[in-house]
């Protein structure tokens, strides 16, 4: 048992810890600092857990600090913009998230798939077709963004959209949503370049560009507050600046980290291009599937038992599935990994970097559930108030749902890093479906427990068989030698 917490250990800190002696010794020397965090190791499995630690600790510290900037945002802007033009400002921000879905995840999973695999058999070309053929394809899009955006900008009533009052002019609106629309069209080409790192398994680089991009975000809304400056002015502070430190983070990535990488348009290629967009549109669908999953509840909850009672499952979700994204941060990193590692025909690594990955996450996740399950109703109260307190039951089931989706979330990152989608996207559609169908009939009996109960039931017979039969599949096929 020790050896295995150890193993399992090592996947979040194990690559610091054993630093940390010559941490003590560099850290008032920069260029110590830097050789520190980017020093290989001979050993290739150890190395992939050293990387895999930094990115997970770097990950956090990224993560801490949105929270910081969400909650900060809230008191900086409400008072001066008012209600009703912090509310424009939290539906662009909902309808950005959508935007998203443009890219036909070209720029997400499909592209640290691909790149993960020519790292594993050192191809540093066909990583620069990859990388070019996934550049100037979201440029195209980009592109074609933005003359839709720009034929139909005015034919849109945007006072209807946003449902504003005299209060809000209509010019500040155009102008918001202009600014909005035109950084969307200009970040998405770059929207890449965190694939980049992580395939490399340097997300760590990509965490500490995304701690930058905070710091100068935070700061500019700081300012803009300080003047009491628009909603124009908002999003240069919130989603301008950070466009400029992406920018910089992209002369780095081509110019320093990644040369080789650079997106001549002559190393674009028709072939990779097609097997990005096969492989992006599973991982969309995924993408979709996922709203279904965690942002369906909200609707059917208005829709079966009134407005009333979403605060009450929205906020005990909220604390339960905590530790859900904890894990997901921590073992996230395995799956450029388990990539490189099956480039390489590394089965036994895969094998056992899969084994500690989900016992890490289970010692770690199901015990921090069952904390919050047992703290949830003390902590609501205190937070949001009595009528936001939920049944005992809810937190049950919203805690059932928690430690099945922590103990399988390990299956999920090895199939998308060994790169078999095609059970992922038919597991989520399912689960998806599952979670409204059985939402609708449940909440009809039990209320919101009926609705928590459909979330643990639709993950237990869709992702528990599923992942497990094709898990078990490759291991099989590849201790057979057959590489399936």
Known sequence: MESEIGAASRIFCSGIARQLPSLCKTHLNPRGRWVLLTRSSTDRGRERYRRAGITASTSYIARGLSILM???????????????????????????????????????????NVLSEAVGNDDREAARHYTASAFWTLVAIALVLGVVFAGTFQLIPWRAVFRVSDATSTHELKVTCALVLGLLVINLPLGLLRSLFHAHQDGYFANAWSIVSGIASLLGLVVVTRFHGGLPQLVLAVSGVPALVLLASAYYTFGR????????PSTVKWSCIQRLLKLGVKYMTMQLASLGIYQSQAILTTQTLGPSQVVVFVVAFKIMNLPSELVYMGTAPLIPAFGEAKARRDWGWIKGAYKNGTFAAIVLGIPLAAVLGLAARPLILIWAGSSAVPDPYLILWLFIHTAVGVSFLTVAQLLCGIERVGPLVLCNVLCALGCIGFGVAFAQWWGLNGIAFAMSLSVLVTLCPVGIYEVRRFFLANAAGSGV
Not at 257 to 264: F, S, V
């Open 70 to 112: 969400s909650f900060v945002s809230v008191p900086l802007t409400v008072d001066y913009l008012g209600t009703e033009r912090y509310g424009v400002w939290l539906t662009i921000s909902s309808l950005l998230l959508w935007l998203a879905l443009t890219d036909f995840g070209v720029a997400g999973n499909a592209l640290v």
């Open 257 to 264: 980290r990644y040369p080789w990488l650079a997106p001549a």
